[in-house]
Every structure is written in C-alpha cells, then in structure tokens.
C-alpha cells in the first residue's frame, strides 16, 4: 500500500473514530513506524497495522456483540463481560473485509494488539507496544522505562507491558483475557531461560 492508499484511508479513519481515538490512532501509527524502523520491519505494514488497529474501537459495546455474532467471530466468556475487547478481532476481520487488507502480518498485528499472544511476530510486537506508548499515552506506569525498553529490546517491553497491564487488571480495574497470562508466561519465561543459559555458561 502506497503513501497516497494510506493517506485516503487516514481519512476514512478520521471519519469512523472520535476525536480522541483518531489521535491515538496517529501516534501509535507513526510510533508502530519508528519501530519498524528501528528493527527492520516494512514500514509500510507497519504503519497500515498501526492505522487500523482500532478501526473497530468506536463501535458500540451491543453492536460489536452482534456483528461478531454474525460474522461468526467466537465470543469468549471473559469478552462477553468486557466487549470492549471484541475491538482487537472484529477490527482484524473489518481490516480485511472492508478495507481490503489481504496481508496476513498486518491483519495478526491488528487481532493481538490488545492481549498479546505468545511468540508474537515482530509486528504483532511492534504494534503491540507503539499501541501503550504512543505520544498522547501518560497514565500507563514506568512508561518512561516502558519506552526507553521499545527501541532496545522488543521482547523485554513486550515482557515489562504484559506484567505492568496484568497488575493493573488484577488490581480490580478490568477483565483479563487469558491469552494475556498466556503472554506473560511465554516472555517471562524466555527470560528466564536466558538467565539459566548465561549462568551456565558461566559456572
């Protein structure tokens, strides 16, 4: 997708989302960019990814219920009590059926934004992370390591993210989804065998 399809689709964007969702949109678009950047992702995947994540944000709560329904989305229990975290998988299938997104990176990235998953891809990363640290985003804690920790180590920032998110929900201010924990698990746990490894090496 070239830079003038991107530009026609940021305006359809800015018309589906609020003000406040279509900034956010921005910042975790040209974020998701400097990422990919840094790493040597396609940028233009990555900034497609970034712009669509949330094409299903604005969508009410019943509405999104429905359409999952009828496009035959399954609804997980946890996503039944919070719908709002239907916006990850009904934007995935929106970004290919409406928007006429065929990349399989690009539609992945947009499904995992929101829980993570484990052994993400690097752009299912790139967006995940561009996703809590944009710009605009200055309540989320240690955002200031958080960030520092994007464009140093993917897999620790995807790791620092999950836990923080996790101790927050569990906390009492949200539902978790269970890919969530799954998530943690798998990055927490890779650097623990890191760890196991380095020390072996060093005994």
Not at 86 to 103: F, W
Not at 133 to 146: F, M, T
Not at 159 to 169: N, P, S
């Amino acid at each position: 997708m070239g830079t003038s399809s991107l530009l026609k689709l940021q305006r359809k964007m800015q018309k589906t989302l609020d003000e406040d969702r279509y900034q956010h949109t921005l910042g975790v678009m040209y974020t998701s960019a400097a990422l990919a950047m840094c790493y040597g992702e396609d940028l233009q995947k990555a900034q497609l990814a970034g712009l669509l994540h949330d094409c299903a944000k604005c969508i009410p709560n019943d509405q999104k219920i429905r359409m999952c329904r009828e496009y035959g989305l399954e609804i997980s229990k946890v996503e039944m009590e919070a719908p709002y975290l239907l916006h990850s998988k009904l934007g995935a299938y929106l970004a290919r059926a409406k928007y006429g997104v065929n990349d399989e990176d690009v539609l992945g990235a947009i499904l995992w934004h929101t829980t993570g998953r484990p052994n993400m891809t690097t752009l299912e990363k790139i967006v995940f992370i561009a996703d809590y640290i944009e710009p605009a985003r200055n309540k989320a804690q240690n955002l200031d390591q958080v960030r520092k920790l994007a464009f140093y180590d993917l897999n620790l920032c995807v790791c620092q993210i999950l836990e923080d998110t996790l101790h927050y929900l569990d906390s009492g201010k949200g539902e978790i989804d269970p890919m969530s924990r799954s998530a943690y698990r798998y990055y927490h746990n890779l650097f623990y065998e890191i760890e196991d490894k380095g020390n072996s090496l060093t005994v």
